[in-house]
């Protein structure tokens, strides 16, 4: 069976502080790692992930796969309150677009 | 740019009923993925439609269905509802099934089972 795994579940900051988030899986025919922020409803994309070491960059979020290792990473640097969210981390397998999701980070960032 | 759209945003079912769910996708994108998330959960994949055909089914039971039009909207249809089935259902699209098409989801209906 694929399984995501997140860490940590929670994580509580103070606005300016750089968090890293964790993500590992194990899945059968791996397609990609992608990463969405979920605060009230939808999911909202974030990152596709598709080769190892290349790290993609969107302002203030980084994100980087290892595929030798199974795990990616999400930086967040200079956080602000409205980064505050859970973010999902997903992969996706097979040829159908089936994402596995971890159950995801919490992150609250307080001034 | 329309995102996903979904309807109804929130429903009040009784158990046994049935419940018919829509989306309608990004314009453009022909895949449309059901999912179901429960609180505190990730979402759990149940279907994927691409061209108007089944392309993936998650572990979910036969009550549950679902059927994507010509023009790539979609319902998700639940029979004999169970008090376990409350739960947000979101809907995503992408410009294909598979590959590198991201997919892009909708506010989700909140599903209560009373």
């Known amino acids: 069976e694929d399984k995501v795994v997140q860490s940590p579940l929670s994580l509580v900051v103070h606005e300016g502080d750089t968090v890293t988030l964790n993500c590992s899986y194990e899945v059968t025919n791996f397609r990609s790692l992608l990463w969405y922020k979920q605060e009230k409803k939808a999911p909202t994309f974030l990152f596709m992930l598709t080769s190892s070491g290349i790290e993609k960059k969107s302002g203030r979020l980084s994100s980087i796969l290892d595929k030798k290792e199974l795990f990616s990473i999400l930086n967040i640097t200079a956080t602000q309150t409205g980064d505050s969210a859970i973010y999902l981390c997903?992969?996706?397998?097979?040829?159908?677009?089936?994402?596995?999701f971890g159950t995801g980070t919490r992150l609250q960032v307080t001034l | 740019d329309a995102g996903v759209t979904q309807s109804p945003t929130h429903l009040i079912k009784t158990r046994g009923q049935q419940v018919t769910l829509r989306c309608s996708p990004i314009?453009?994108?022909?895949?449309v993925s059901w999912y179901q998330q429960v609180l505190g959960q990730g979402p759990q994949f149940i279907f994927q439609y691409y061209e108007k055909e089944e392309r993936g089914r998650g572990n979910f039971p036969d009550r549950f269905s679902a059927r994507q039009f010509p023009n790539y909207s979609s319902e998700l249809n639940v029979n004999a509802l169970l008090l376990g089935d409350s739960a947000l259902y979101l809907c995503?699209?992408?410009?294909?099934?598979?590959?590198?098409?991201?997919?892009?989801f909708g506010n989700g209906t909140r599903l209560t089972v009373t």
């Open positions: 995503a699209s992408s410009l294909t099934a598979g590959g590198n098409s991201p997919l892009h």
């Open positions: 997903a992969v996706e397998t097979g040829t159908a677009s089936k994402l596995t």
């Open positions: 314009s453009g994108h022909k895949s």
